[in-house]
């Protein structure tokens, strides 16, 4: 349906998802099978899910797709502030991922929009 790769949309998450992982490799290692991991999954669902939604067939199911990257990216912010207020991550590293979390969330509603629209 989609390349992929060339989606913003996609390109944006597979960013936050490596900055995600950077800021998890500062983190205790007694949350190495906690938090970090969660943080992880939740942060390499959100490309994941764009991905899989192009490759689908119809539009309704990359909207489906879609919804699921946004919903963790959600999942993805509530963790970080969880780990701010556990004092893993500073307030500013909190603030730069949450900028870049609101923009994709933002994107993938937009997109989603824009399927509808098309039907």
Request: overall charge positive.
């Amino acid at each position: 349906m989609h390349q992929y790769k060339e989606l913003k949309v996609w390109q944006k998450a597979m960013s936050i998802t490596k900055l995600t992982y950077r800021l998890c490799a500062g983190f205790p290692d007694n949350e190495r099978f906690g938090l970090v991991s969660q943080m992880r999954r939740a942060a390499v669902s959100m490309p994941s899910n764009i991905a899989e939604g192009a490759g689908r067939n119809s539009k309704l199911e990359f909207r489906q797709f879609l919804a699921i990257a946004n919903g963790s990216a959600y999942e993805l912010e509530t963790q970080l502030l969880l780990a701010n207020s556990f004092g893993y991550i500073s307030v500013e590293s909190l603030n730069t991922i949450s900028i870049e979390l609101n923009e994709l969330q933002k994107m993938l509603f937009g997109l989603q929009k824009s399927l509808t629209e098309k039907e």
